[in-house]
């Protein structure tokens, strides 16, 4: 007669523990892979590279007369904002002026002191920032002593390409702050 106790049952031999084990791994497997997927999709725009620092198309060199006097010119470029992505966007402006050497010079638009944009007062020669009547001169440079600003507008990197087009390498920089740091 066979003893049910000592009888081993074909779930707890060598038969069930596989059957367990494969199925504890399918489980994993059909769990893991979604979550995996999930969370791929969650830190996409963690692990995107942005294109920040480029340079960026602004104008043809046909479009900045030769006088001296700056112009204001937007810039547009593609934006990612986490899962969105805008092409051609305004992204800011830039000054632009052809210097007495025939170079051009790009300063961007925001005063280093509040974040305000600059105007450029023709009368005077000079840029005033609305906000606190900080005033640049025609290169960026502090034109007041007692301007609050803490350092001069900030130049931006200028290069002509095809001889007829001006890229501005464009970056936003920390306002109230005596060193230009960029805005990530």
């Known amino acids: 007669m ?14 069930g523990f596989l ?8 489980s994993a497997v059909l769990t893991l892979v979604p979550a995996g997927a999930g969370l791929v999709v969650l830190l996409d725009p963690l692990r995107r590279k942005i294109a920040a620092g480029g340079a960026v198309r602004v104008a043809s060199l046909d479009a900045l007369p030769a006088d001296g006097v700056p112009r204001q010119f937007p810039v547009l470029a593609d934006r ?3 899962w969105n992505k805008f092409s051609n966007v305004r992204i800011g402006a830039v000054y632009l002026r052809r210097t007495a050497q025939g170079k051009v010079e790009a300063l ?16 005077q020669g000079q ?9 640049f001169a025609v290169d960026g440079k502090i034109a007041d002593p007692s301007s609050p600003a803490a350092r001069a507008l900030d130049s931006l990197k200028v290069e002509l390409r095809n001889e007829k087009e001006i890229w501005v390498k464009f970056q936003n920089y920390q306002a109230g702050k005596k060193k230009k740091i960029p805005v990530a």
């Open 2 to 15: 066979i003893d049910p106790k000592n009888e081993a049952s074909p779930d707890n031999g060598r038969r």
């Open 19 to 26: 059957k367990r084990l494969l199925a504890g791994v399918i």
């Open 80 to 82: 990612v904002d986490a």
């Open 108 to 123: 961007n638009v925001v005063c280093p002191h509040a974040g305000c944009f600059v105007d450029f007062i023709a009368k």
């Open 127 to 135: 840029f005033r920032c609305p906000c606190h009547n900080s005033l």
